[in-house]
């Protein structure tokens, strides 16, 4: 898998939250590298698991910003955050199993979810929040 690269398109226009973006970016990235080089599965698991807890800090403070503004789509929002976490920690659990998971699906996964959620349901909220905030 090639590593993401971050364009303009994925910008929400609210700063902090395309900060947190593009570290997402990079954690999936470090994955993706850790793959090619054949890390150690200790250090996949390790930033698996750093993976999903910044990933739990990004949508506790975008969460938290939309609802303080009343933003309508909150709920489908909410919905969306909690069905990838989910899936996240089945991947680590399937990883920690040893059952067959590969570093490929995972990938595949992740980025989809970030490039996809990044582009669309997200897109849905810088204009609402750039009226209140940079």
Sequence with gaps: MQALVWEDRFSVGIRQFDQHHKILFEMINSLIFAQEDNSDPDVIKNTMEQLRSYTLFHFVA??????????????????EHG????????????????????????LDFLAGWLLDHTLGMDQEYGPFLSRYSD
């Design 83 to 106: 069905e990838l976490l989910q899936q996240v920690i089945v991947y680590q659990d399937r990883v920690a199993a040893n059952d067959g998971v590969t570093l490929d699906e995972i």
């Design 62 to 79: 975008e969460e938290a910003m939309l609802k303080h503004f009343g933003f309508e789509g909150l709920d489908e929002h909410i919905a």
